[in-house]
């Protein structure tokens, strides 16, 4: 059983930061997003620096910075997405009706919408609450990677109803695979460990290929908390590509 090439995706994807997406990853030979879950922006800096090269987003959670400032922040982060080809994925996780979310997206201190390329949102609030997401691409929560997650078998289908036929989706964060029409992102990947033993299960870049197609894996701590971020990097961009192009092998 074989997939789509990102190619072909390509060739039918509606979406511009779909379309991005792609062309950064075929430019690059990745399809490695990293998480950049640390607390201060040295470090959110240095992690852009190190992983740039190698990633085709870099996934924040821009309200676990303790020292957030715009211009201090999102300036340089933005001037390094330029300088090394990567587009930012604010993690947002979106889970409120739309005039709450459009109020967290446009508003507060970290105004998303003036920076993210694309967010990930809940979809719990229905269709309509993701219409605020206009000039971005949505990537919609359909199932979770931690135990016990709730996102049961009926929450997915329905969630994924959602997601395929709104305009601003472009993807779907899951651990099952879903229709080739959206793109699929896992996180849950790391190479060394199975669980963080706080809920967290972990699967390899092979697994993930072989057994969902996902289109991008999301990597955190396999890669931040490495001694070498910068090679950490390098290696599951290589573990990526590789258990990409044996995905697209026909097995007879
Ligand atoms: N994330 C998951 N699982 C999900 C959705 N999102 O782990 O189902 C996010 C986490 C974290 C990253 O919020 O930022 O992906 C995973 O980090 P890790 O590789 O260090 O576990």
Redesign the pocket.
């Known amino acids: 059983e074989h997939r789509l090439s990102y190619e072909s995706k390509l060739k039918c994807a509606q979406h511009s930061v779909s379309k991005k997406l792609l062309e950064i990853a075929l430019a690059k030979k990745s399809n490695l997003i990293a998480?950049a879950?640390v607390t201060t922006t040295q470090e959110l800096l240095d992690l852009a620096e190190k992983t740039g090269p190698h990633i085709i987003a870099l996934?924040t959670?821009i309200d676990i910075i303790s020292d957030f400032d715009y211009e201090k922040t999102i300036l340089p982060l933005k001037e390094l997405a330029l300088k090394h080809q990567f587009l930012l994925m604010e993690?947002r996780?979106f889970a409120d009706i739309g005039n709450t979310q459009e109020l967290q997206f446009t508003s507060g201190v970290f105004k998303i919408t003036d920076w993210a390329d694309f967010v990930?949102s809940q979809v719990i609030g229905g269709f309509e609450s993701l219409d605020c997401f206009r000039n971005v691409g949505v990537v919609a929560?359909v199932?979770?990677?931690?135990k016990g997650?709730l996102t049961t078998n009926s929450y997915r289908e329905e969630a994924l109803k959602i997601a395929l036929s709104h305009p601003n989706v472009i993807g779907a964060?899951s651990?099952h695979k879903v229709p080739e029409d959206i793109l699929l992102f896992t996180?849950?990947?790391?190479l060394a460990d199975s669980g963080?033993g706080k809920g967290?299960q972990?699967n390899t870049p092979q697994h993930v290929f072989k057994t969902l197609h996902t289109d991008f894996i999301?990597?955190?701590?396999?890669i931040?908390?490495a001694e070498d971020a910068e090679k950490a990097a390098l290696t599951y961009k290589n573990e990526g590509w590789n258990a990409y192009l044996q995905s697209l092998e026909k097995n007879p």
């Open positions: 998480s879950d996934k959670h993690d996780k990930t929560i199932g979770m990677s931690s997650t964060v651990q996180p849950g990947v790391n963080d967290q972990y999301i990597v955190g701590r396999g931040y908390k």
